[in-house]
């Protein structure tokens, strides 16, 4: 998913993954702090929280896309990793018979020369993951006549593991792409998991508390401010006038307040 998806202030890769002031500067949020008790602050607020929402409903989204990948992905790894463990007892069986012939020292010089094996890669993306495939292998099994060996002096048991070996590298460079890429879609999804629970389980809940905080604390001072003015109209009778007008003006910037916030249990 491009970054360009993501709201303002939201990394999709590096979101609560680190910690301290890098955590809370990834999204622009700082749990901890308490927000003043500030009309102004409170429709910063608010924004805050409608675009932490919305970063939190594209990493589930993003969440979900990497689970599918990974369980399309899995499937063939897991029928590789069978066909290596098959492999690997069987040349290691046929390595114990031909050392029972031949050797350590014999089977050393058997497998002069050593071989050089030439493997081009393609580097590729997966949801913003770079990931490797092979592209161009050579064939690893060989005859008695590629290996370079006496076909007297090899004997059957030396063949046959070299055989065996072979099949065995075969397996692992067709399987070494897939269980990378399985590995790393099991880490994007442990991490968007963790981006997810923080963003819907600690900084929503903590931004609406603080918010419902803020909301009562201004409620309360506007009624108090109403008191104080309907105190002094009753004490002075030409302020009357005044008091009423700004009293109108408190109300009329408390509603263009709820007005603005979608979510407010005052609109209707």
């Known amino acids: 998913m491009a970054d360009g998806l993501f709201p303002v202030g939201l990394n999709p890769e590096g979101l609560w993954l680190r910690s301290g002031s890098d955590k809370q500067r990834d999204c622009g949020v700082t749990p901890g702090r308490r927000l003043a008790s500030t009309r102004i602050e409170l429709l910063r607020a608010r924004r805050q929280l409608q675009r932490v929402r919305h970063g939190a409903s594209l990493v589930r989204r993003r969440r ?11 499937r063939p790894a897991l029928d590789l990793r069978e066909r290596l463990s098959s492999a690997a007892t069987e040349a290691a069986g046929a390595l114990l018979d031909a050392l029972a012939c031949h050797g350590y020292s014999g089977l050393a010089n058997l497998s002069r020369p050593a071989r050089v094996v030439i493997v081009e890669l393609r580097p590729a993306v997966v ?77 929503v809940p903590d931004l609406e508390r603080q918010i419902g905080t803020v909301r009562r604390q201004l409620d309360e001072r506007e009624r108090e401010d109403r008191l104080r003015l309907k105190r002094l109209a009753m004490r002075s009778g030409p302020g009357a006038a005044q008091s009423s007008v700004l009293g109108g003006l408190d109300v009329s910037v408390s509603a263009a307040i709820d007005d603005d916030d979608p979510g407010s249990p005052d609109r209707s």
């Open 127 to 203: 949801w913003g993951i770079a990931v490797s495939d092979v592209t161009d292998r050579p064939p690893m099994v060989r005859t008695l006549d590629a290996r370079g060996t006496d076909p007297g002096l090899t004997g059957p048991s030396a063949a046959d593991t070299a055989l065996r070996f072979e099949q065995l590298a075969d397996l692992l460079l067709e399987a070494a792409p897939r269980e990378q890429r399985v590995r790393r879609l099991g880490d994007a999804v442990s991490r968007a998991t963790r981006q997810m629970r923080t963003l819907e389980e600690r900084i």
């Open 64 to 74: 979900e896309a990497l689970v599918a990948e990974l369980f399309r992905a899995a």
